[in-house]
């Protein structure tokens, strides 16, 4: 209903702040217009909560005072994704032109009412900083979704009305959800999917509104008429198409199939002749298509109107900033005058980051439920996080640069850059294998966001429970630059530190021992709180727990506290120096290695804690999802089960520091004897424990493998061990087929990608080891790096990514073999279904991903307990394998401490603070920060220093490439760059390590 002429609303009272009775909300930058002079004229303004508002303006005021009302009004920092649309005098739909007076465009204001509505669409809804603005965004596909605009399937409509169902009535229930479907209407045909559609709001118990606004805006940019608005035209044989326009370009479709896209980087002109709309494209002798491409729309003014609107998204998406009027000629007018008025994304992106705003609280008109959108003032670091769902997904980089985003096959037009992490979810629906994020291009104008892209994850800042939420491992935040301390020039600001060895391995143990503190964290807090409150976790299992790392928590604690003063001494930061020699950290680590000694008890207990934990996950279901809901928490940002292993690799660490110190000093040196004697006494823990140690780890990575496989029965069991795992293609008469393979003691498994929510692996079938024989085939078959494997049964031709791949798989088979031959067991039981049923699977040929499952998975992968960043789907999409040596290797090399990150278009570097392990960087803004910001794994990468074309003129500086995607990164020291060079090359360089062939079972 309308606001009355004589009461303006108070700003932000239907989607803003309550009301202010007399004290404004407004903050910086958010200020009303200032208006020329004249008569007020009153606007009525439809608000995509269906609320009418009605504005006062100047007769003469341009369309931007109207609008800068509006986004006043909404406390609405990011307005410049929106517009407003109206019917003119010809009954089109046009946008109103924010230079031009606004009652020169609105002929008849009285009997208009303007439309407030989405108009520019980001591929990333991660770009929307705010979250009042991803509601009103979540509000625009609620609308589109009414109206028929926006196509999809039933599954993915079914699954976006919960979300919105989820958001304005909270978690299921029954008879309310029933009532409410029957009184709303989200659909055109919503009767006919109302049981899928309450099948999927049982499955967001727990989901915030903000929550279901990113879920929403998550499965609705994967749609392919996600943001599109059809302009009908024809061909020169005049078949009939509709015209559109996207941030990658202008799209050409044929009913609601995309038949053509023409990205911004190979278009050279757009313009209209009278009722032809015509493309001019550059030249490229590869290319089918004419230079020129020309449309027929209904009229002049149709082409107008579209032209228009792919100006303003050609400059929104592509320029830097608001593009300069033309001047205006001498004596002949030729061309339109008109240009895109308003901030850039990148501008908006900037804007916000830089900008420091208070979190004005927002009303959902239509939710009933308590919403997070209440936010207590924070500072603008946080503007670029997002809701508390949004979790830390698995950074890949296989996708070309050229990327298919909603299914076409044109490279999308470069988003601004800026000097953060990034992630662009870009995902093929027709490609099952490239829905993965992306670190772009940094050598590509065209790449998804023309910048190195990394997942990231984001609090919400006004939620103070950041660990109660769940992580969703396939969706990320925007993770700018603006949290980070931005060093141009950091040289000049530096301290003068020690430049001794000893001084940085001292640092490396301060480094490492703050991420293992914050390891033991997770078990001694975080876990120990999570299952606390539930009656239905064991108490004997949680008292075992506690009883044994609590106290090696506490040791740990002051422990790190004296390394930190002895570090602060050696610095120079206190006055202790003075008094005494602490250039030394040998004598502390001699004294709190013979204090741990203590503790070898507990220690010992670790790995039964490991079994119990797990004995009481197989036997109550509750149990496992309680689990299962921890390791989705962002401080979780491993398995759960490798921060029980932590304190028994910590022992590994201490041992190679003391190796590292022994080696560098002099026989003669203070700290030498102090040293030499720590490190006898660490050795001696480490070999009293390494036996457990080996069979925890073989156990803990069984079950690691058991989450990511389907099909298989009793994968852990007594006498089995993991020796390799990752990509070859399996020759059948379909021709090469990529398939995962797993290696165990008794048998190999091979499987593919299968269709469930959390894209495990479906086995097609296995192969025991038991009297099988192996034997290259390249000149048989003619495939490259392919060999045959010979089974009792049947035989299987297998082709390696290239030959060090294919040299590690045969010599890893060959020593499994003798061990199956060593053993009682063949392994035939190892499969939960029979072969006919694998049979059936692998006749299945190629597996295509549906929209089911690319818009199922991203909403109900967090609810499965899945990781999305697991080393199994890192092998998949980068087609190389990892052993179980080279996971030994990992757990000795870890390394945290802070590096510094070049910036993609300049030549400043970032600060943060870096975690090494599990094949995988973690981000951090700094060493406190409870969870990582983003994470980038690194099998498949390379490890170099730059070369002199690129123009990196610092010392210390090493590269990460993986095909096109480059990120830089800067050490403080010889030393440090040493060993990050040194634990990076063993992720990123898989050696031909094998098991020992004698090893014996570890069960």
């Not at 269906?50 to 800068?68: C, M, N, T």
């Not at 964290?521 to 949680?542: L, M, N, W």
Request: charged residues 25%; hydrophobic residues 35%.
């Amino acid at each position: 209903m309308a606001e009355p002429a004589d009461r303006p609303s108070a700003a932000g009272q239907r989607l803003g702040a309550p009301e202010s009775f007399g004290v404004s909300t407004l903050e910086p930058g958010l200020r009303p217009p200032v208006q020329p002079p004249g008569r007020q004229v009153s606007i009525r303004v439809q608000m995509l909560d269906d609320s009418q508002e009605v504005f006062q303006i100047s007769q003469r005021a341009p369309g931007k005072v109207l609008f800068d009302l509006v986004c006043v009004h909404l406390n609405l920092t990011e307005g410049d994704y929106f517009g407003l649309e109206y019917q003119d005098h010809r009954k089109m739909t046009v946008w109103l032109d924010l230079l031009k007076p606004a009652l020169k465009q609105i002929r008849r204001p009285k009997n208009t009412i303007l439309r407030f509505v989405v108009k520019f669409f980001p591929p990333d809804h991660t770009q929307l900083l705010e979250e009042l603005t991803r509601y009103l965004f979540a509000l625009q596909i609620k609308r589109d979704l009414a109206c028929g605009h926006l196509i999809c399937n039933d599954t993915s409509a079914a699954l976006m009305v919960s979300h919105i169902i989820q958001s304005e009535i909270g978690d299921f229930d029954e008879t309310q959800s029933w009532q409410h479907l029957l009184h709303n209407k989200y659909l055109p045909d919503q009767d006919a999917i109302r049981d899928k559609i309450t099948d999927c709001h049982r499955k967001h118990v727990g989901q915030t509104p903000a929550e279901s606004d990113y879920q929403l805006l998550e499965i609705a940019r994967r749609l392919e008429m996600y943001g599109v608005r059809l302009h009908p035209a024809k061909d020169r044989e005049g078949t009939k198409l509709s015209l559109a326009v996207a941030h990658t370009g202008v799209l050409v479709l044929q009913g609601y199939t995309r038949i053509n896209a023409f990205n911004w980087s190979k278009i050279r002109k757009l313009s209209f002749k009278r009722k032809r709309f015509l493309i001019k494209l550059r030249s490229d002798p590869a290319s089918a298509h004419h230079d020129t491409l020309e449309f027929a729309m209904a009229s002049r003014d149709c082409c107008k109107v579209f032209w228009k609107i792919c100006v303003e998204y050609h400059a929104f998406f592509r320029l830097f900033e608001e593009p300069k009027p033309k001047p205006k000629p001498i004596l002949f007018t030729r061309g339109s005058s008109f240009r895109f008025s308003g901030r850039t994304q990148k501008q908006i992106i900037d804007y916000v980051k830089d900008s420091e705003f208070k979190k004005v609280p927002f009303e959902r008109k239509h939710s009933k439920v308590l919403s997070h959108g209440s936010m207590s003032p924070q500072s603008s670091s946080f503007r670029s996080q997002v809701p508390k769902e949004s979790a830390m997904p698995v950074l890949l980089a296989d996708q070309p640069d050229a990327a298919v985003v909603n299914g076409t096959d044109d490279a999308p037009a470069a988003a601004p850059p800026t000097n953060g992490f990034h992630d662009a979810v870009t995902s093929r629906q027709n490609h099952p294998d490239q829905h993965l994020l992306n670190p772009g291009s940094p050598g590509s104008e065209d790449s998804p966001l023309a910048g190195p892209h990394v997942v990231a994850n984001g609090q919400d800042p006004g939620d103070p429970s950041p660990e109660r939420q769940p992580l969703t491992p396939l969706t990320s935040p925007l993770l700018t630059e603006a949290g980070y301390v931005r060093n141009e020039d950091e040289d000049e600001a530096r301290r003068k530190f020690p430049t001794d060895k000893a001084y940085f391995i001292a640092k490396e143990l301060l480094t490492t021992e703050r991420t293992f503190l914050k390891d033991l964290q997770v078990v001694t807090q975080s876990f120990q709180s999570a299952v606390a409150k539930d009656e239905a976790f064991p108490d004997s299992v949680q008292n075992l727990i506690s009883a044994n790392y609590d106290p090696v928590f506490k040791f740990h604690q002051g422990f790190l506290k004296e390394t930190e003063q002895r570090l602060a001494q050696w610095e120079g930061r206190s006055n202790a120096h003075i008094k005494g020699d602490y250039q030394r950290v040998g004598d502390i680590l001699l004294k709190n290695i013979q204090g741990l000694r203590q503790l070898t008890v507990h220690l010992q207990k670790h790995s039964e804690c490991l079994v119990e934990l797990e004995r009481a996950c197989r036997s109550s279901r509750k149990v496992e999802g309680l689990c299962r809901d921890l390791e989705q928490q962002r401080v979780c940002y491993l398995p759960l089960n490798i921060f029980l292993l932590r304190p028994l690799h910590r022992l590994l660490h201490y041992k190679l520091i003391l190796e590292r110190l022994c080696k560098h000093y002099p026989p003669t040196h203070d700290d030498f004897r102090d040293s030499r004697a720590a490190l006898a006494d660490i050795s001696e823990m480490v070999l009293q424990l390494q036996g457990a140690m080996m069979k925890m780890e073989n156990f803990q990575k069984l079950l690691e493998l058991r989450k990511d496989l389907t099909g298989i029965d009793n994968l852990v069991s007594p006498g089995r061990e993991f020796i390799r795992l990752g990509c070859l293609s399996k020759l059948s008469g379909k021709g090469l087929q990529q398939r995962m393979f797993f290696l165990f003691s008794d048998s190999l498994v091979y499987t593919s990608r299968g269709l469930t929510p959390a894209n495990q692996f479906k086995v097609h079938g296995q192969l025991p080891l038991y009297g099988m024989t192996i034997r290259e085939s390249e000149d048989e078959w003619g495939v490259p790096h392919s060999f045959t494997l010979f089974g009792q049964r049947q035989s299987v031709v297998v082709a390696a990514s290239c030959a060090a791949e294919m040299e590690r798989w045969v010599e890893d088979i060959k020593m499994a073999i003798d061990l199956a031959e060593q053993g009682s067991g063949s392994g035939d039981d190892l499969l939960a279904t029979g072969p006919a049923d694998h049979k059936l699977s692998e006749d299945g040929g190629a597996e295509q991903e549906s929209e089911e499952e690319l818009c199922g998975s991203r909403s109900s992968l967090e609810r499965q307990g899945h990781r999305g960043n697991t080393t199994v789907h890192v092998c998949w999409h980068r087609n190389t394998s990892v052993s179980m040596v080279d996971f030994s290797v990992a757990v000795e090399n870890q390394l945290s401490g802070n590096l510094l990150r070049k910036f993609k278009n300049s030549n400043g570097w970032q600060k943060l603070w870096v975690v090494f392990t599990n094949f995988s960087l973690f981000f951090y803004k700094s060493h406190q920060d409870d969870y990582p910001l983003a994470s980038l794994p690194l099998l498949g990468y390379s490890v170099t220093v730059p070369s002199e074309s690129e123009n990196i003129h610092k010392d210390y500086v090493f590269k990460l490439h993986f095909k096109s995607h480059v990120y830089y990164f800067r050490s403080e020291s010889e030393y440090t760059f040493e060993r990050w060079m040194e634990v990076i090359r063993s992720a990123t360089c898989s050696a031909s390590r094998s098991l020992p062939a004698n090893r014996k079972d570890i069960y």
